[in-house]
């Protein structure tokens, strides 16, 4: 199945799986930063300073004082956005778009999930190297470079980050497949992210069993007012330490 100019069958999946494309561009959307300018190392014009303006819009929306916990929530929903959208176009069309950051622009105003318009579809195949490459390599090594040398967040929290949006992603495409009685889909997206999470950047965020995944790292949403342990989360229960507990 080839990648049609629309990722139109995306669309059934929901708002963390879709693309937009060219052919839902508008004024506005052609204005944004792309996700290259995004990931600059040093902040400089209103592009650049993007990443720096979704922080602090999600510390907002979050309520929280500390910087650390709206960039661990923002660097995870942009992750969750990039795999799933990378997941389930290999899954349900047997191959990916160029997912260069120079192609994708990003609305960092948007409410979640992030709003991501990709200007042009270029298919690529839909192995497991070819998706490392084009989210792994090309989005979340930069952003997260760039995150830690501005706001001095840990690594190791980040990569837990990717682990659990790639196995959210994936636990999501599942269920929405069996639900419809696509066992192909989802065997493809299983067999897919059993190859991505032996990636040596993945292979220790976590442990896998089935479509389950127990991350190895907190992303530090318990700090949050109101907020609770994740599913996933290393802990059971939100920890009474100091501040700057669990941020490896």
């Given at each position: 199945m080839d990648l049609d100019p629309g990722l139109a069958a995306l669309r059934p999946l929901g708002g963390f799986f879709?693309?937009?494309?060219?052919?839902?561009a508008t004024p506005a959307s052609v204005s944004l930063p792309t996700l290259a300018e995004t990931y600059a190392p040093a902040p400089g014009d209103v592009h650049r300073n993007a990443l720096a303006f979704r922080v602090d819009t999600v510390g907002r929306r979050l309520r929280t004082t500390e910087p650390r916990v709206a960039v661990s929530i923002t660097h995870q929903?942009?992750?969750?956005r990039l795999w799933s959208a990378a997941l389930a176009c290999a899954a349900l069309y047997g191959g990916v778009p160029d997912l260069d950051p120079r192609l994708l622009r990003w609305?960092?105003?948007?409410t979640a999930p992030d709003d991501l318009w990709l200007t042009e579809v270029?298919?690529?195949?839909?192995?497991?190297?070819?998706v490392a490459a084009a989210v792994l390599h090309a989005h979340l090594e930069p952003l997260g470079?760039?995150?830690t040398a501005r706001y001095g967040i840990a690594a190791g929290l980040l990569w837990g980050?990717?682990?659990?949006?790639?196995a959210g992603a994936a636990r999501e495409l599942d269920r929405w497949a069996r639900a419809r009685g696509r066992t192909d889909v989802a065997d493809r997206a299983r067999a897919l992210t059993g190859e991505l999470f032996a990636h040596p950047l993945l292979r220790t965020t976590g442990t896998r069993t089935g479509t389950a995944f127990r991350r190895r790292s907190c992303c530090l949403y318990y700090r949050v007012p109101g907020g609770g342990v994740c599913g996933d989360c290393c802990f059971t229960r939100p920890p009474r330490s100091s501040p700057h507990a669990a941020s490896g």
């Open positions: 879709v693309l937009r494309t060219a052919g839902a929903g942009l992750a969750a609305d960092a105003a948007a270029r298919p690529l195949p839909g192995d497991a190297p070819t470079e760039t995150l980050n990717a682990g659990s949006a790639l």
